[in-house]
T-cell receptor, first 114, second 111 residues
Framework: NAGVTQTPKFQVLKTGQSMTLQCAQD?????MSWYRQDPGMGLRLIHY???????DQGEVPNGYNVSRSTTEDFPLRLLSAAPSQTSVYFC?????????????FGEGSRLTVL | LAKTTQPISMDSYEGQEVNITCSHN???????ITWYQQFPSQGPRFIIQ???TKVTNEVASLFIPADRKSSTLSLPRVSLSDTAVYYC????????????FGTGTRLLVSP
């Protein structure tokens, strides 16, 4: 059981470049989300989705786009990378019906913007 | 969403019991308390969840007093591998939409 898979694990970008962080889950979870974690800090919610075709903003959505065309995939797009977006990005998923606070996280994608 | 407050860091030694307390004064009637553990370079991992009184699983115990304005995560006989950051979250009846992770409690277990 793969769980939540994030790719790539590491990425270096130049300022102004764009890229997409991929997230896929094989647990048929309705809820998916993206967090970023800066050094020594907690996680901050970027965007989330409660099902295919439905997305909403979290705490820090600026500079990021998401879409949810399938239940399995929830890509995060950086439109024009900035050094302030250097961070570790975590994707998470959960079942809405489970009525618990249990989120399943991926292993993270470490992004450096030069 | 209820705001949580927990200590920034704690130190312990192997074999000791560690109790991490979290304050959530404005918890709502339908909210429940959830704890996560995060090791360096990994995503957070769900540990335990409770609504009131005491919950125990193979990893930890969670104590919640009657007024539910605080909760205590108890880790029995910690080992070096319990060194991690522990997050306390309050989850409302809207589920985990906009679930907020604070800075957590950094636990360091020494030999």
């Amino acid at each position: 059981n793969a769980g939540v898979t994030q790719t790539p694990k590491f990425q270096v970008l130049k300022t102004g470049q764009s890229m997409t962080l991929q997230c896929a889950q094989d647990m048929n979870h309705e809820y998916m989300s993206w967090y970023r974690q800066d050094p020594g800090m907690g996680l901050r919610l970027i965007h989330y989705s409660v099902g295919a075709g439905i997305t909403d903003q979290g705490e820090v959505p600026n500079g990021y786009n998401v879409s949810r065309s399938t239940t399995e995939d929830f890509p995060l797009r950086l439109l024009s990378a900035a050094p302030s977006q250097t961070s570790v990005y975590f994707c998470a998923s959960s079942s809405v019906d489970a009525n618990t606070g249990e989120l399943f996280f991926g292993e993270g994608s470490r992004l450096t913007v030069l | 969403l209820a705001k949580t407050t927990q200590p920034i860091s704690m130190d312990s030694y192997e074999g000791q019991e560690v109790n991490i307390t979290c304050s959530h004064n404005n918890i709502a009637t339908n909210d429940y308390i959830t704890w996560y553990q995060q090791f360096p370079s990994q995503g957070p991992r769900f540990i335990i969840q409770g609504y009131k009184t005491k919950v125990t699983n193979e990893v930890a115990s969670l104590f919640i007093p009657a007024d539910r304005k605080s909760s205590t995560l108890s880790l029995p006989r910690v080992s070096l591998s319990d060194t991690a950051v522990y997050y306390c979250l309050v989850v409302g009846n809207t589920g985990f939409q906009k679930l907020v992770f604070g800075t957590g409690t950094r636990l360091l277990v020494s030999p």
